[in-house]
């Protein structure tokens, strides 16, 4: 069950955070997976026993380049997951300027596009493409302008992409995580999020990478095989309401 074993999979931002853990998680699962990252994890891919390929995702003739080298060393690929992303927090829509618009989007939406471009041409029909797109791509985040439209953005082109491949079986989904215990989340600027993780939270907790990991496992396998088109949330209850735990930080003292 949701064995991996022989297929070839490609995560980008495999380096570190929810890629880093879906890697491991893949070739525990019995996969030849390729770690794919713009920065230089030669080293780490060396120490897990998988392939390396540096790539930037925001230009398509790297993206494309990826995938053709996993073609020519591993096969035909049957797993791609398009998870490389940065954020760019602290930025209210007053202080916008296009250029710092355009250089998260050509990572986190470009990415994306770029992925579901190329990544088909080398793919085995019946296989799954998972994006990381997140929780702020289904609701705003004051300061988060940049980065909440791009995952909005990831979550439409997961669909349109399920649709388009449909005939050929490949199933395209999208993971959407509140905030995950990675290096992203406890980059400058998130502060406030990090102190209220106890109460926003219905779980009262930040997700673990390998938690997400777990959804692309099972997303990947062949045991998914009539999920398509999905935007995952993945948000330890926040879009069911208010957490008991939020409540009673709220009230504290009222009662
Ligand atoms: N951490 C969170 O709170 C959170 C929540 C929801 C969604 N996400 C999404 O999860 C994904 C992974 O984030 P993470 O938390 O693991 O972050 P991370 O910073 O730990 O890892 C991101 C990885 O992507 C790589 N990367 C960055 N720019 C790249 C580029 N242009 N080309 C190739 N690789 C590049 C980095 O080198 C790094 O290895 C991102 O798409 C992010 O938006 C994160």
Known sequence: MFSLKNKVAVVTGGGSGVGLATVKRFIEAG??????????????????GCMFVKVDVSKEDQVQHLF??????????DICVNNAGIIVPGEMLEEATMDEYLRVYNIN??????????????????????????????????GYGAY????????????????????????????????????????????????????VWPLGRLCQAEEVAAINHFLASDDCSYLTGTAIDLDGGYKAGTGMNAIGKLTEGLM
């Open 68 to 77: 053709e080298m996993t073609r020519e060393t591993l096969g035909k690929i």
């Open 148 to 199: 909440c439209s791009t995952k909005g953005g990831v979550i439409q082109l997961t669909r349109v992409a399920a649709l388009e491949l449909a005939d050929r079986n490949i199933r395209v989904n999208c993971v959407c995580p509140s905030t995950i215990d990675t290096p992203m989340a406890h980059a400058e600027g998130n502060e406030l999020e990090l102190m209220l993780k106890d109460y």
């Open 109 to 142: 939406f470009g990415g994306v596009l770029y992925g579901l471009k190329h990544a088909p041409v080398h793919m085995n029909d019946g296989g799954s493409i998972i994006n990381t797109a997140s929780l702020a791509g289904k609701i705003g985040f004051p």
């Open 31 to 48: 996969a030849k997976v390729v770690l794919a990252d713009i920065a230089d994890q030669q080293a780490l891919a060396d120490e897990l």
